[in-house]
């Protein structure tokens, strides 16, 4: 099975697109002292590690398209691409602000960021940003770690979460709505990220760096049960950068 083609993805990008602003979060931010508060801090916690990850995946895609040289429908995807980790950021950040009542741009979080996130976002993704602007990383190598590890594995698992905390909480409706208004982007994301690879003739397998993507979150977001519906769903997409055609390569894990 292979994927459609850019233009598809193009396609599906289009109609996906949606207006952060427009989502009320007033109701939310009345409700947010009504809900429990192990549930509150469970919430903070997610939405304070994706204000730092969709800032940085936000930043950091901009050497994807210049590296998908000639290939315009490709590079126009992650210029699309690109609209929507911006939107994801600022609807990440009206969420921390105005409901959660989290500052993202303080100097100390209170140690709500996990160490594990820090490190793949803040320092692995800027670092293979870096060797790909420079022409020291291919393309695959950084779909490898952009679109399947980070957006295919760490932000499953956390939305996922999420969407969990505040379907169970049933009173922040604004911020579960935007939620899975991302999800949605991110499924046409990883897509991809599948279909570079697919369109090299390249696979990847991501073995310890899927390990560790998948404990970046802590153990009580990243539950077993969770973790193995992520890497389910993952390994299925996996398996469409191995047709019979093409050679099978690994690409080198940047993590």
Request: charged content about 25%; hydrophobic content about 45%.
């Amino acid at each position: 099975m292979t994927l459609a083609g850019y233009d598809h993805l193009l396609a599906a990008a289009r109609r996906l697109q949606w207006d952060d602003g427009a989502i009320d979060l007033t109701a939310d931010a009345a409700a947010w002292p009504s809900v429990d508060a192990g549930a509150r801090h469970r919430i903070t916690e997610l939405v304070a590690g994706f204000c730092v990850a969709e800032r940085a995946v936000a930043e950091h895609l901009s050497p994807f398209a210049a590296a998908a040289g000639d290939r315009s429908l490709a590079a126009e995807c992650f210029a699309v691409q690109a609209g929507d980790e911006r939107r994801h950021a600022r609807f990440f950040d009206r969420v921390a602000r105005e409901v959660v009542r989290h500052d993202p741009d303080a100097a100390d979080d209170g140690g709500l960021v996990t160490a594990g996130l820090r490190a793949l976002f803040e320092h692995d993704l800027p670092a293979l940003a870096r060797r790909l602007a420079g022409g020291d990383a291919s393309l695959a190598e950084g779909v490898g770690l952009y679109h399947l590890v980070l957006e295919g594995i760490v932000f499953a698992i956390g939305q996922q979460a999420l969407t969990d905390e505040l379907e169970a909480a049933a009173v922040l409706t604004g911020t579960l709505e935007g939620v899975r208004r991302v999800q949605g982007d991110e499924r046409w994301h990883v897509g991809l990220g599948v279909m570079c690879l697919q369109d090299a003739g390249l696979r990847t397998d991501v073995g310890a760096a899927a390990e560790r993507a998948a404990a970046a979150w802590g153990p009580d977001v990243a539950t077993p049960q969770r973790v193995a519906t992520v890497l389910a769903v993952h390994e299925r997409r996996l398996a469409q950068t191995r047709p019979a055609e093409h050679r099978r390569r690994a690409v080198q894990s940047s993590i």
